[in-house]
């Protein structure tokens, strides 16, 4: 069984920055796009940056030039550099992954537990 942990939320000030982590574990034969979202009360979860399978990221308009996020394929990890950060970065973030359990498996997509990122004075 696939499974993903975020870790290395926590409470920042504005302007600071955070790493977050996901790492995945479990058996698998490949990993496809992974992305990085995030959620506040009462709203939709929205996607803040993706990588696809052959390395190209993307972001949310808002997070460009703030956000990296990067892979690490030997560590099976994902990364979510945030720097520069604002009140409006407050949230649940949460990883998402497409994986093949085996080669002749489907594409099936997996979530971690998320972990909350506050930026606060």
């Known amino acids: 069984q696939v499974q993903l942990a975020e870790s290395g939320g926590g409470l920042v000030q504005p302007g600071g920055s955070l790493r977050l982590s996901c790492e995945a574990s479990?058996?698998?034969?490949?990993?496809?796009?992974i992305g990085w979202f995030r959620q506040v009360p009462g709203k939709e979860r929205e996607l803040v940056a993706w990588i696809t399978s052959t390395g190209n990221p993307d972001y949310l308009d808002s997070v460009k030039g703030r956000f990296t996020i990067s892979n690490d394929n030997a560590k099976k990890s994902s990364y979510l550099q945030m720097n520069t950060l604002k009140p409006e970065d407050t949230a649940v973030y949460y990883c998402?992954?497409?994986?093949?359990?085996?080669?002749?498996?489907?594409?099936?997509?997996?979530w971690g537990q998320g972990t909350q990122v506050t930026v606060s004075s």
């Open positions: 998402n992954a497409a994986f093949r359990v085996t080669s002749w498996s489907n594409w099936r997509d997996y």
């Open positions: 479990g058996s698998f034969f490949s990993i496809g796009n």
